[in-house]
């Protein structure tokens, strides 16, 4: 849906944003598809009007995160030392993307090279207003 000044707005009212992932090349939408389907979750959030995804891949290596972050554009990274587990005090990242717009467009790319991105339905998003 558009608003009459031009700007997108979803089925709710709330005016929608951009994606902020970057377009990628096959061989890096492979990649993180890859990462995501060996690392990863995805994840549907429940209790919302709408449905609503997350996708998290958590590693011990910084440069993977950082990598995963450099290449979809958006995102964010924290870092916690679980005390208890088994790794002791080495660090644990955990790169997460939640935002819709970003998700659908990350399924859309990597979703050949996962299993676990193609369990989220593009059709049922593109009824509640969302599209590319």
């Given at each position: 849906?558009?608003?009459?000044?031009?700007?997108?707005?979803?089925?709710?009212?709330?005016?929608?944003?951009?994606?902020?992932?970057?377009?990628?090349?096959?061989?890096?939408?492979?990649?993180?598809?890859?990462?995501?389907?060996?690392?990863?979750?995805?994840?549907?959030?429940?209790?919302?009007?709408?449905?609503?995804?997350?996708?998290?891949?958590?590693?011990?290596?910084?440069?993977?995160?950082?990598?995963?972050?450099?290449?979809?554009?958006?995102?964010?990274i924290c870092?916690?030392?679980?005390?208890?587990?088994?790794?002791?005090?080495?660090?644990v990242y955990?790169?997460?993307?939640?935002?819709?717009?970003?998700?659908?467009?990350?399924?859309?790319?990597?979703?050949?090279?996962?299993?676990?991105?193609?369990?989220?339905?593009?059709?049922?998003?593109?009824?509640?207003?969302?599209?590319?």
């Amino acid at each position: 849906m558009i608003r009459p000044d031009g700007t997108p707005m979803t089925r709710y009212g709330a005016q929608r944003r951009p994606s902020r992932i970057n377009t990628m090349t096959g061989i890096e939408a492979a990649w993180v598809g890859a990462i995501i389907e060996g690392e990863g979750s995805v994840m549907e959030k429940h209790g919302s009007l709408r449905p609503r995804w997350r996708v998290m891949v958590a590693n011990t290596d910084p440069e993977i995160m950082s990598a995963l972050l450099r290449l979809t554009g958006s995102g964010s990274i924290c870092c916690t030392v679980d005390r208890k587990g088994t790794l002791g005090t080495k660090p644990v990242y955990r790169w997460e993307l939640a935002a819709v717009e970003d998700v659908l467009h990350l399924v859309r790319q990597c979703s050949p090279y996962s299993m676990k991105l193609q369990r989220v339905p593009v059709e049922l998003w593109r009824g509640n207003g969302y599209t590319d």
